[in-house]
């Protein structure tokens, strides 16, 4: 199992310690380091940043939203920074959900997440193979336009710069059993959000399927403390966040995540008590198992025996969500 360095996105300013924090990473031996975005910072911009003062380590993108960018942009910035970073992107892309496509980004959630995931991946690997003039006859994603308020004039094209790889991997990241089967047909990898390594069930069967090489790289908060209830908080923060506030009560993919987890019961609650703006309590009403069993918190020798069941699970890549430095060597240590 490899280890990356999952920096996340931006709170109200640049984060002054990411580069430090990438350069000891790619120094200890992690494989990759991702960056993220949801409506504030952009994926791209930080870890092209990132790109040009390491040299070695892996960089991906998890996620970058799919609303943000046409198809073909999103392959001009992946085919970009790889020619810049001497091929070493992953491209992981996200769908969101309907508050942040049509609140933040002004377009519609498509009426069909599945068709419109498989058309955008479709778009991106044609530009990176280079083999055509980019054409689709989507639904979702049609090229040329053809659309009656266009001018049909449109015209199919291949991308001026050759693209270093045409097998970029592309990584999904997928919360329902059908999106996650899809993501096994269609893409290089899959991005969990929340992984419990005693339970990949809860994910369907289509883990069971995958071709020899497909990444499985979940994030997970990792905190070496001697209080493992205290080290949880800033877990149950980050669930109370986004189980309560990213989605609409009649449609929240991680609120949906966590009840099919078998903890529909406190979902609601949380969703319920951050909706009616009473954020303390709903962070202190996510269970300290569910936080517990999707995280790596606690004194090192806790961490070590946790960390073999993460090892026999599916997982290819344990993607640590933005540790301290002290956290950030000690796993590596116990993943030497």
């Not at 097998?167 to 059908?178: F, H």
């Not at 009616?276 to 020798?301: K, Q, T």
């Amino acid at each position: 199992m490899r280890l990356g360095l999952a920096l996340g996105y931006w709170g109200r300013g640049p984060a002054a310690d990411h580069v430090s924090r990438a350069l000891e990473a790619e120094r200890l031996g992690y494989h990759s380091v991702w960056t993220a975005e949801s409506w504030g910072s952009d994926a791209f911009t930080p870890l092209t940043w990132i790109a040009a003062r390491t040299s070695r380590i892996g960089l991906g993108t998890a996620v970058a939203q799919m609303a943000a960018r046409s198809p073909t942009t999103t392959a001009m910035h992946a085919l970009t920074l790889d020619h810049l970073s001497g091929g070493r992107l992953m491209l992981g892309l996200g769908l969101s959900g309907p508050q942040v496509v049509e609140g933040w980004y002004g377009r519609p959630f498509p009426a069909s997440p599945l068709t419109a995931t498989r058309e955008y991946v479709d778009v991106v690997r044609q530009v990176l193979r280079r083999e055509a003039p980019v054409a689709l006859d989507g639904r979702f994603h049609p090229l040329p336009y053809p659309g009656p308020d266009g001018t049909g004039l449109g015209k199919t094209l291949k991308p001026i710069t050759h693209p270093l790889r045409a097998d970029l991997p592309i990584l999904l990241g997928a919360e329902g059993p059908k999106n996650v089967a899809q993501t096994t047909r269609i893409a290089d990898g899959w991005l969990p959000l929340y992984w419990a390594p005693t339970r990949p069930e809860v994910y369907g069967p289509a883990l069971a399927e995958v071709s020899e090489g497909f990444l499985v790289a979940p994030m997970a908060q990792v905190r070496v403390c001697d209080d493992v209830p205290q080290g949880l908080l800033p877990v149950k923060a980050m669930l109370g966040f986004y189980i309560g506030g990213m989605g609409h009560t009649a449609r929240n993919f991680h609120a949906d995540l966590m009840a099919r987890m078998g903890y529909e019961e406190e979902a609601r609650r949380i969703q319920r008590l951050f909706l009616e703006g009473r954020r303390e309590e709903a962070v202190r009403a996510v269970p300290d198992a569910f936080a517990d069993e999707i995280s790596l918190v606690g004194p090192r020798e806790r961490i070590a025996e946790r960390l073999e069941l993460w090892r026999k699970s599916p997982v290819t890549d344990l993607l640590a969500l933005d540790p301290d430095p002290h956290t950030l060597r000690v796993l590596a240590e116990l993943n030497a």
